[in-house]
């Protein structure tokens, strides 16, 4: 049985648990059963039933110390309540305790909308729009008695992401966070105090799939809360930016407030993209900081670049305090460049045998060159930074951790007096890791980071 810190154990002897459970559950007998290559165990599977082929997914529990909601079975049970309800998801046919399982009905469809007509975009949008209204006006009761916390008043409505992700951030964090302590006070003083009205939400919102032109279903929902139902027009903007719904947001935000009956709050929106972006950097810093094994750890420095990158950006747009500018990188050769440069060629010479492998390859040519722009800019980057906090605290560091871990001490103590000094100086040092590491796989999205249009 996994446990919420570690590796969930998916073994050959947990995967034939799997199998002989969907057989039973589904009174048939698999004859396919394909791994997803993803960073969290999932699988496509067809079962033959009565000489009728059924196909079903096959979701595991994430791997690593990641989890916000330890328990796999939370999202079955939310995903049977809107079956229920008649929101357009997939039917959970059962659940699996040890490994962590939820058998459910195979969505037909892609995430690519990039080939259809912007006429076509258009009707996808106003359906999805329609079931993401549809699910903000279900009575929360439900949800509450599958055990999700229903926050009252506005503070907690507003910051029911943020007191939930608290827990997980405080247990796993393994150095000093500037940046994120400097953004939880700033977000607990600004909280949207109008927004009374609490609705089921799916959280990570954006995740649906398309089928002939048409939606299909919703899926994913697995941080699904119940909160303040523009936390969901916030995310799915984010997610547009690097996985495109279709239609433009301006667009899809029109399609809600037909379908909602009421208008999009577009500062809430915006304030719900910084908490966002805060609880997902707060969520996978202790594992950047010290990955665990079988981490994705290519996939979470992505995240944690990106996301760095899009508090930046909506704190400077809330606050009104500019971004500062900052000179290009001088260019240079790492001092292990050679050795970098040997590892990769003995890398590409090795060769895999399944898709699992090849990803995991992958991820490791990824990680060879973030190394190497570690190694040429790393010890500039920390220096200059160190300068930095060291006039700013008007006292002198022999290294980053120290002077990081001083900053943090101040950020804990400091008032809303020091929000432009310090934004300037935090913006300025995560520029600079921007700077170096931007250039790489890893790091493109990062670049490519923009605030979801209409906010």
Sequence with gaps: MSETTGVPEYDDAAVQRIRDFVEATMGGKIVRMEQQVRWRPAWFADVDVDGKIVEVHLRGDRTGDVAIFPDL??????????????????????YLADPPCIVMQSIKGTRDLSGLSPQAQSVVGREY?????????????????????????????????????????????????????????????NVPKHRTQASFIQFDSGQFLVHEQRMTQLYDFEFSMIGDPMVDLATMGMRNTIEPLGAPMAELFGYYAEASGEPVDHDAVLFHVLQFSLLGTMQFTGTVADPRPADPHSVYLQFDLSLRRSILLALSKLSGLPMPELPPLVERTGDNANLI??????????????????GQKAQVVELIEWVSRADAYGAGMVAQNIADVSAFLGHDFADWASAETALEEFVLTAGPDQDAALFALLATTEGRRLQVFGPTSIGEAALNVKLPQGV
């Design 341 to 358: 440069r040997k590892l990769a060629d003995t890398l590409s010479g090795i060769a895999v045998r399944d898709p699992v492998a090849d």
């Design 129 to 189: 729009m329609a079931a993401v209204a549809a699910m903000h006006k279900l009575p929360v009761a439900a949800f509450a008695e599958a055990g999700l916390a229903a926050p009252e008043g506005a503070e907690d409505i507003a910051l029911v992401g943020l007191n939930t992700y608290m827990p997980q951030y405080r247990r796993t964090k393994k150095r000093p966070e500037p940046l994120l302590e400097f953004v939880i006070q700033w977000v607990r003083r």
């Design 73 to 94: 079975k939370r999202e079955a049970d939310i995903v049977r309540v809107l079956h229920s309800q008649g929101i357009p998801v997939p039917a959970v046919h059962g």
